[in-house]
């Protein structure tokens, strides 16, 4: 995972760490740093502010005589990152949101929407969602609002049926709203916590699609959406959550099959481009393959060798 990143952050600390260097010389591995960050699905914006971070670290402080300059360069790209994924933007527990939620409005479920086009990985994500919640003691229940595609009412029904969470589940092209509103009347009455909405998919550009996502999210009122997105679509990724965002609006990323994904950056991109937080990436097909996302655990991960 991420293999990418983490070798163009080991070459760019070789290439600097092995002599004194020159303006000219420290502009050149930059530039060699942008383009493997670039060749590792870093959005070229973000790209810009991660050596703009490393290079006004590198011109403020002056190496000292006796610090391991290994350690100072892991520290000097681990700050720039971090700095990126923390600007602005704050890693809510969605514990803590459930906890809230539960805390300030007694009897009433905490709903979270679920947006994103067709095979990124949503009614996986709810799974595991629906099973990682549970564990933690709370009474989930699904929502079918994937009214479209043919086998979606099944498919979400079989994960339910394998983790024994209830489901509410309409007939196909019934109004996936509605199937939304009946789920959450039924949390209300039988003291269900949380309510997980599946939504089709389809493209991101499909017009009804858009309508009917806005539907939804008007009638079921989420206290948090979240936009499911492929790590494998690389750039594609910003362009699908820049138009639900403009769209539908949305709070957080889930970011799945990051286990495949070898590069890294697009995770980064994301961040830095929307000022929302990744909560979680899945990191395989199994109902146990997810991941709490943290700047500082991804951070670890890119940077160790
Ligand atoms: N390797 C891997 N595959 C995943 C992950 N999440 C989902 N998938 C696979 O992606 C495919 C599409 O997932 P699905 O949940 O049906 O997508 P949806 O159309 O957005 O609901 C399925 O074959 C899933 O098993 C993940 O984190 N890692
Ligand atoms: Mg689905």
Known sequence: MFKGLRQAFSSFKENISSRTLSEEELNRYLQQLS??????NVAVETCDAILSNIRDQLLGSKVKRFLNVEEYLRSLVKDAIIGILKEDISYPRIESLISEKLKSSPGEPFIILFLGVNGVGKTTTIAKLA?????????VLLSCSDTFRAGAIEQLSIHAQRLNIPIIKGEYGADPASVAFNAIEHAKARGFNVVLIDTAGRMHTDRNLLEEMKKIKRVAK????????????????IYQA????????????IVAK????????????LIYTFKK?????????????????????????ILEE
């Not at 099973?131 to 003691?137: D, E, M, Q, S, V």
């Not at 990051?258 to 991109?269: N, V, Y």
């Open 35 to 40: 383009i493997e960050l670039i060749s590792n």
């Open 131 to 139: 099973n990682y919640l549970r564990k933690r003691g709370y009474k």
């Open 222 to 237: 989420p206290d948090l959406t979240v936009l499911v997105l492929d790590a494998l679509t690389g750039n594609d990724a």
């Open 242 to 253: 820049d138009i639900f965002d403009k769209e539908v609006g949305f709070d957080a990323f």
């Open 258 to 269: 990051c286990d495949a994904d070898d590069k890294g950056g697009i995770l980064i991109s």
């Open 277 to 301: 937080p990744i909560l979680f990436i899945g990191i395989g097909q199994s109902y146990d393959d997810i991941e709490v996302f943290t700047p500082d655990h991804f951070v670890k991960k």
